[in-house]
C-alpha cells in the first residue's frame, strides 16, 4: 500500500492530530521517501499478525457479514462481538458455523462471543467493571459495549493494534483497504498512543441520490464542523483539521485502547476525539506516560467507497443528535458553542428544548482491570465463546 | 486468493463452459485441494507479470480512471486505450499526466495511445486489418475497437493474458479481486484456449433502488437466458449453464484472444460466446490446435459489488438490442428462438419489426496480423503512444 505522509499537522497539549493522508495506491512495494511511504505485502503481514480485527455485529445480513470476515488478511486475529437473536431465530449460531466453517477452509485466527454471555457478564463482575452493566447485570446492549469486549479479548491474545470494521459493509474489499491503512500508519506513529480514522470523500452524481450515502455525509459534515468550532473557539485561529468526526472505521495501538473512555451508540466515535481532548489538551490527567509521549490522530481518505446497510431516516437525526450531544456536554464547549449546537438541533427539528440533548453513558478505561482474573472468570464460566487457532 | 473449483461443467463439441465458483477469500496461502485452490500472492504475482490489463477509456471521469489504474496489481503491465476527446477540453492529455505521474511513483508498466492515433491506422492499414477501420480510414470509435487494439499492444509486449477492466468503476479494489480472480482460474485452465468471465450475484435491497444496477442486471438475465435457450434448442437438453453473458469484466489467454472474432459495441460479450460456439462446437474451424485442445470458459462470483456509472435509462434498451441481436442472427439460432428473441424485444417496445434487429460489426481475429510489421509502422508513426516501463 502506497501512502502520502502527512505533511501538516495541528498541535492541542499533548495531541497532535494530523490533516488528511491519502492513499495513493492499494498495493505497492516498499518505498520510503518524504512525503509518501510504500508499505510491501511482507511489512504489512507482520503488522496484521499483531493486530486484532474486532467486528461488533447485530443482526446483518449474513451474507454481508460473510463478505466481511473473508476479507479479512489472513494473519490478522478476528474478534467477532455478536449480539444478534438467539430466540425464534438464532442467528448467533448460523454465525458460529460460518466462522466455523471458515477457520476449516482457511485456518485463520478466529474469535467469537456473544454479548450477553453470562459468563461475561460475570467477569465483568469480578473485575468490578459495572458500567458495560445493564440494570440486570448482563453486558448492556450496544456497538461501544461490543467495542470494549472486542479490545479486552485482543488484549489477552496480546495484540498491539486494535481495528473495528463493520459487518454491514457492501464491499468486502473494501475492509482489506482498511486494515493495510490500520497497519501501515499505526506502525509509523512516533508515539505508542496513536489513533487513525478513515474518511472517503467522493460524493459522485451516481451515488447522491443514494439516500444511505448521502446522509452518512451530511452527518459527518456537521460533526466535523462543530469539533472544529470547538477547536477554534478555544485557540481562537480558525481550524478545519477535523474531517473524521463520524469515522466509523477507525483503529489504535492498544495502549491507546486501554486509557480510553467510550461511549455508546452514535456518539462513540466523537466522543473519542472529545475524551482524547478533555484528557490531554490542558486537562489533568492520571495517564502521564500518554501525556509526555503525546497522542497522534491520523486521518485517512479512502480510496474505496463506504457502503454499508441502509439504515433508514430516523437514524439521521438520531446520528446527529447523539454526535452533537457529545460535543454539547463536554467541558471544553464554552456557552456559545452550546449555542450554537442547540440552534443547530432545533433548526433540524431534532430538539425542541436543551433538555433533550442528553449526556451520554460513557465507559472507563479498561486498564484498571484485573485481566488476569477477567480471563479466568470468563474461560471458566463463558458459554458462546469459542476460539480457532 | 481463495476460490472454489468448479464441480460441473457442459460440453459442447471442443468448447466446454463450466458452471459459476465462488471466491471465498480475497487472500490467502497458496492451497491446493480438491474443492478448492488458494493462490498465494507469490504465485499471483507470477502470473500478473505475464499479464496485461486493457483499460478502454472514453471521457471518464478522471477520479474513476485514477482509481482504476492505481488498483490493478502491480506487477501486471498496464494498457490504456483511450478515445477520450482532445479538442475543447484535452482529457486525454490529462490522462497521460495522470499516468506519467503514476509511474513516476510507482514505477509500474504502463501503456497508452489514443485509439484515433494516426500512426495506429496506418498500421492497420499497413497489415491489411480493414474490419476495424471506418470509412475515413482511422480506427472506428468503440470499445471493442479499443479492446483489439489492447490485444495487439499485449501481444507485442509478448503478454499470456489479456485481462479487461472498465475505467468506470467505483470500487477500484475491486478491480484488484478481478486481476487476482483472472490470473489465477486462467493459470489453471489445461488447455491453452482459456476465458473467465465475472459475475456478481447479489440484489441487495440497499441496491436495488439504484437503477444503474437493476438495470445491468436485469439486461445479464434476459442475455444468460437466451444464450441458454440456443444451447437448450440444440443439444435438446435444457441447460442454465451461462451466468456471464453480459460480463463487461473477462479475461482470456492471448492464444485465445489472437483467435478471436470480436464485435462492437453492447455486443461484444455475448458474441464472444456466440463466436466460440459457432467455430467449435461442431462448426468447420481452421483453427485445429484450439480445435483439439478445446476452449475453456469459466465464470466466476466475485465478493465484490460491479458498481459502474450510472449511463442513463437509453442504454439498457440498446444493450438488450444488442445483445439479442447476436444470439438471433447466429448460424446456431433456430427459427423459434429468433421468433421467441423478437417477441421478447418487441415487448420490451425495443423494436416493432424484424428489420431493426441488426447484424453486429465484427473484426476477424487478430493472428494473421503481421505483428512485426504493424510494432514497425505503429512505433514509427505513432503520434500518442506513450509506453512507460
Redesign the interface.
Known amino acids: 500500500m502506497?501512502i502520502e505522509l502527512p505533511k501538516h499537522s495541528e498541535v492541542f497539549g499533548s495531541v497532535k492530530i494530523y490533516e488528511l493522508q491519502k492513499v495513493?495506491?492499494?498495493?505497492?512495494?516498499k518505498v520510503v521517501a518524504p512525503l509518501?511511504r510504500g508499505f510491501s505485502?511482507e511489512e504489512l503481514r507482520e503488522i496484521f499478525s499483531r493486530m486484532a480485527v474486532i467486528i461488533p455485529v447485530k443482526d446483518e445480513?449474513l451474507?454481508?457479514f460473510d463478505?466481511v470476515v473473508?476479507?479479512i488478511?489472513?494473519d490478522c486475529k478476528i474478534i467477532v462481538v455478536s449480539n444478534s437473536r438467539r430466540v425464534e431465530q438464532d442467528t448467533y449460531k448460523i454465525e458460529c458455523d460460518l466462522i466455523s466453517n471458515f477457520h476449516k477452509?482457511?485456518g485463520q485466527s478466529i474469535t467469537i462471543i456473544h454479548q450477553k454471555d453470562p459468563g461475561l457478564s460475570l467477569a465483568f463482575q469480578e473485575v468490578g467493571y459495572d458500567a458495560i452493566l445493564d440494570k440486570t447485570g448482563v453486558v448492556r446492549d450496544g456497538k461501544g459495549e461490543g467495542m470494549v469486549v472486542g479490545i479486552l479479548l485482543a488484549k489477552i491474545l496480546d495484540c498491539d493494534y486494535v481495528g473495528f470494521v463493520d459487518a454491514d459493509n457492501?464491499?468486502?474489499?473494501?475492509v482489506?483497504?482498511y486494515v493495510s491503512i490500520y497497519a501501515g500508519v499505526l506502525s509509523l506513529a512516533e508515539t505508542p498512543y496513536a489513533m487513525v480514522r478513515l474518511h472517503w470523500r467522493?460524493k459522485?452524481?451516481?451515488?447522491e441520490?443514494?439516500l444511505?450515502f448521502r446522509k452518512w455525509g451530511r452527518v459527518s459534515e456537521i460533526t466535523n464542523k462543530y469539533l472544529n468550532m470547538l477547536l477554534s473557539m478555544k485557540t481562537g485561529f480558525e481550524t478545519l483539521i477535523v474531517r473524521t468526526g463520524n469515522a466509523g472505521e477507525h483503529a489504535m495501538t492498544l495502549k491507546l485502547a486501554e486509557i480510553m473512555s467510550f461511549s455508546t451508540g452514535f456518539s462513540i466515535e466523537p466522543y473519542e476525539l472529545i475524551y482524547i481532548l478533555e484528557e490531554f489538551w490542558d486537562g489533568e490527567t492520571r495517564f502521564k506516560d500518554a501525556l509526555s509521549s503525546g497522542i497522534s490522530i491520523y486521518q485517512v481518505e479512502t480510496?474505496?467507497?463506504h457502503?454499508h446497510?441502509?439504515k433508514g431516516e430516523e437514524h439521521i437525526k438520531e446520528m446527529l443528535l447523539a454526535s452533537l450531544s457529545v460535543i454539547y456536554h463536554s467541558k471544553l464547549a464554552k456557552d456559545d458553542l452550546k449555542e450554537k449546537i442547540f440552534e443547530e438541533l432545533k433548526g433540524q427539528e431534532i430538539v425542541k428544548s436543551k433538555r433533550e440533548i442528553k449526556k451520554c453513558i460513557t465507559m472507563p478505561p479498561i486498564c484498571d482491570i484485573d485481566i488476569k482474573k477477567f480471563k479466568d472468570v470468563l474461560e471458566r464460566y463463558s458459554e458462546t465463546l469459542k476460539t480457532f487457532h
Chains 1, 2 share one sequence.
Open positions: 502506497l495513493l495506491k492499494l498495493e505497492s512495494g509518501m505485502r445480513k451474507h454481508l463478505g473473508r476479507s488478511p489472513e477452509v482457511t457492501y464491499i468486502p474489499c473494501s482489506n483497504e467522493y459522485p452524481k451516481v451515488m441520490d443514494r444511505y480510496m474505496n467507497p457502503v446497510e441502509e
